[in-house]
């Protein structure tokens, strides 16, 4: 069974068998579990490893002085970080789990052994950081020009896309685990409005959430609320059904 890594850069790239091999191998390598709210990096630090999201939910944030915090991405299964060690000396911000969270841990030189190994697999994670900035830009709209609803519907499309293309949707749910702290944090909202716009879009039949689970009513009518167009996450482009060359 491919991991999400995988099952993600499948969406971007034809991979063959060779390369999953690759990317398989560095999903052997030592893994390390952190607790719900526990820092994986701070702002500062000099990782020396990749982290490979297998499990649970993460978030790149920066802290102000007066305590405030702004999330400026999430990080679910598939997910990879740290790619700034080949190039930058330091983080510019910090890493935290949302919930529990298990992470490979890939040592530079692995890291350089794979992509060296399989081209493609170098194309695809270079497709996959293009993606992460795109996610960023996308991100600066939501906060800068979307109101209320909109950003807080537009944030539940991205997740809930990104978790489809990796297998965590069912049926139209999946877990969603993000407090309504978290939720403002990351869409510049407070706890108040970020309630009352859940609330107005459980009352227009769009969603349902609750103790963690996502159930998505109207999928269609959410894209519309929140203008989302999943173009700027580039799945597809290739397409998982695409066969590789093996």
């Not at 701070?42 to 990782?47: A, I, L, R, S, V």
């Not at 982290?51 to 790149?60: M, T």
């Not at 350089?112 to 081209?119: G, K, M, N, T, V």
Request: glycine letters at 4%; a neutral charge; aromatic letters at 6%.
């Amino acid at each position: 069974m491919p991991h999400k890594l995988i099952r993600k850069l499948e969406h971007f790239t034809r991979l063959a068998s060779d390369d999953r091999d690759a990317l398989e191998a560095l999903a052997q390598h030592r893994q390390r579990v952190y607790r719900a709210r526990e820092t994986i990096i701070n702002e500062g630090d000099k990782p020396e490893v990749v982290n490979l999201f297998l499990d649970g939910w993460a978030c790149r944030y920066k802290d102000l002085e007066n305590g405030k915090r702004q999330i400026m991405s999430i990080f679910v299964p598939g997910d990879i970080c740290d790619l700034n060690i080949f190039i930058l000396k330091y983080m510019d911000h910090s890493i935290a789990a949302l919930t529990s969270v298990t992470v490979v841990e890939i040592s530079r030189d692995a890291f350089e052994r794979a992509i060296a190994r399989s081209p493609r697999v170098m194309q695809a994670l270079w497709w996959d950081t293009l993606v992460t900035a795109a996610v960023q830009r996308e991100w600066t709209m939501n906060v800068g020009q979307r109101d209320a609803r909109e950003r807080i519907a537009h944030l539940i499309c991205e997740l809930y896309t990104r978790l489809d293309c990796v297998g965590l949707v069912t049926d139209g749910a999946c877990l969603f685990p993000l407090t309504q702290s978290e939720l403002g944090e990351a869409t510049g909202l407070t706890p108040v409005s970020v309630n009352r716009v859940l609330q107005d879009l459980r009352r227009s039949n769009l969603i349902h959430l609750h103790d963690s689970r996502l159930r998505i009513l109207d999928l269609p009518g959410l894209q519309q609320a929140a203008m989302f167009n999943p173009n700027y996450l580039h799945l597809g482009q290739e397409g998982s059904h695409l066969a590789a060359n093996t």
